[in-house]
């Protein structure tokens, strides 16, 4: 880490090659395994959450189309096109929203007992939330 902290520019690395992180940068292609476990996963999800996108880049946008559920989620700051086609829609900065339903999320955990628990007496932790505590936010 200190070598790359401390190159001037570009890191490179002892092979002659880029040091870069593993992330996708702009008109750099998507993998394609990532791609397939993402729409799989998409479309069998039963609620999907997208935050921080106006959804008009693609191929990433596009997943959206993958999705079958009842629930869809969209946090961004501005509408997107896919706004009416959402169960809930809220306009603002998606780590401040975050941040809101985390805080809230925590303030709402109560201790409850656990099935496997019941005869001995212990309790776990458990988040309780109803859905209007989140449009609330």
Not at 9 to 14: N, Q, S, T, V, Y
Not at 20 to 44: C, G, H, R
Not at 52 to 64: D, E, N, Q
Not at 77 to 86: F, G, V, W
């Amino acid at each position: 880490l200190e070598y790359i902290l401390e190159s001037d520019g570009i890191p490179k690395c002892e092979c002659g090659g880029t040091v870069k992180p593993d992330v996708v940068l702009y008109e750099e292609p998507l993998n394609n395994a990532v791609l397939s476990f993402a729409i799989d996963y998409i479309s069998n999800a039963d609620t999907l959450i997208i935050g921080g996108t106006s959804l008009v880049v693609y191929p990433a946008a596009g997943l959206i189309n993958y999705f079958n559920g009842t629930n869809l989620v969209l946090i961004n700051k501005s509408e997107t096109p896919y706004d009416n086609l959402a169960s809930l829609v809220i306009n603002d900065a998606i780590g401040e929203t975050l941040s809101r339903v985390i805080s809230r999320v925590y303030s709402s955990i109560a201790l409850r007992p656990s099935v496997d628990s019941l005869s001995s007496g212990s309790y776990v932790e458990a988040p309780f939330m109803d859905e209007r505590a989140l449009l609330e936010l």
